[in-house]
């Protein structure tokens, strides 16, 4: 069936090092990406997103690239900060007059001082 | 960016009573609001898809009995838990949808006793 999947379910970095997040999804019809932070309690926020008509786009700290030929998606944190440590979940938006999200497993992203 | 507002954030009943959890739009009108659950370590999937002024939209495989969803105005939404159980615990989520953008609440723990 339809998926969006992640292939790291934990990833442990040093501060100031540059982590990188991966995603998979199934659905060759998606146009639309949403990376989110989770911090434990709390809501998703909103990092970045990207259209399947980009490659790549970038944002303060962190950059998003898709591969359509593969189906892969990917975020990328440049000098990761503790304040960084979250889960973070990519999303795939299902524009049907309305935005449903299918969210993929998540990563935990743990970022040792 | 949008706020949303989602109340309580933590609440703890007794088995076989019901829950209410709000879920407002503070500074948009959101004419679809979303109700995601997420239990632990697990990702978020969706329950519902609340649309102002009609039905809500249940998932496969979500009871629409005992999840009520109301959405009453262009800013608020609520499910009632009703006759909770403790497998009924968990962190339940809801959005709301601006543009292309979906705006999360904080969250709502129920812990069902």
């Known amino acids: 069936g339809e998926s969006v999947g992640l292939h790291l379910p934990t990833l442990s970095v040093q501060e100031g090092d540059n982590s990188i997040i991966n995603c998979a999804y199934s659905n060759s019809a998606s146009d639309y990406f949403i990376w989110y932070k989770q911090e434990s309690g709390k809501g998703p926020q909103f990092i970045i997103d990207?259209?399947?008509?980009?490659d790549k786009r970038q944002g303060q700290r962190v950059t998003v690239l898709l591969n359509k030929t593969v189906k892969h998606l990917s975020l990328q944190i440049a000098a990761t900060q503790p304040g960084d440590s979250a889960v973070y979940f990519c999303a795939e938006n299902r524009y049907t007059g309305f935005q449903k999200l299918v969210f993929g497993t998540g990563t935990r992203l743990l970022v040792s001082p | 960016g949008a706020v949303v507002s989602q109340h309580p954030s933590r609440v703890i009943c007794k088995s076989g009573t019901s829950v209410k959890i709000e879920c407002r739009s503070l500074d948009f009108q959101a004419t679809t609001m979303f109700w995601y659950r997420q239990f632990p370590k697990q990702s978020l999937m969706l329950m519902a898809t609340?649309?102002?002024?009609?039905?809500?939209?249940?998932e496969q495989g979500v009871e629409k009995d005992k999840f009520l969803i109301n959405h009453a105005s262009l800013t608020l939404s609520t499910l009632t838990v009703t006759s909770a159980h403790p497998e009924d615990s968990s962190f339940y989520i809801c959005s709301g949808a601006l543009s292309t953008e979906a705006f999360f609440g904080q969250g709502t723990r129920l812990t069902v006793v």
């Open positions: 990207i259209r399947s008509n980009m």
């Open positions: 609340s649309n102002e002024g009609s039905k809500a939209t249940y």
